[in-house]
């Protein structure tokens, strides 16, 4: 069974979760301009997350935050981000490592990512095949035009876009990177 040491699938990670962290030190730096605005998807129980324990008790696995009129303090760093938001007009300060991003959305210019957490099994144990060895995250999938966004928010969401499936629009393109993988 031929094994994959370079981990090309991480290297994409890696890659794709780069994308996210150069949009955020624009917006740090810069402001966000235009109509963009940044929906970020976390996992509120991963490694490094720091929120009040009120959000966290409000959303124990996952939440998404909106970064479009009101937040403050946006500093970007090569692990993690940190921005100031207000939950029910109280700022709260979150530490988010771009690990624990699920999912990062920008609707006005129809662009988006979702990211696969870890797993810690490759396929090849889980199924038996000959698939490249892929312990560790799988590739994300990247999305062309991401579901159409909820109205404008006052900088800070629970909701995330789309309908509660998760499913992309109709319009939506979604391109999974397992589908040019050599089974």
Do not use: C
């Amino acid at each position: 069974m031929p094994i994959n040491l370079l981990r090309y699938d991480q290297m994409i990670e890696e890659a794709l979760r780069g994308v996210v962290r150069r949009a955020l030190r624009t917006a740090a730096e810069s402001g966000l301009p235009g109509n963009h605005h940044f929906y970020i998807t976390f996992k509120t129980t991963a490694p490094g997350v720091e929120i009040a324990p009120r959000l966290k008790e409000k959303y124990p696995e996952e939440m998404t935050i909106v970064l479009q009129y009101q937040f403050w303090a946006l500093e970007v760093g090569t692990d993690l981000f940190t921005v100031t938001l207000q939950f029910n007009d109280v700022p709260e300060r979150l530490v988010v490592p771009f690990a624990a991003v699920t999912a990062f959305a920008d609707p006005a210019a129809k662009f988006g990512l979702q990211f696969q957490q870890e797993t810690g099994v490759a396929p090849e144990e889980a199924t038996g095949t000959d698939a490249p060895a892929t312990r560790g995250a799988s590739a994300p999938t990247v999305r062309a035009k991401p579901e159409p966004a909820p109205p404008a928010s006052t900088g800070a969401s629970a909701e995330t876009p789309g309908d509660a499936t998760g499913a992309p629009a109709d319009d939506a393109k979604v391109v999974a990177l397992d589908n040019f993988r050599r089974k």
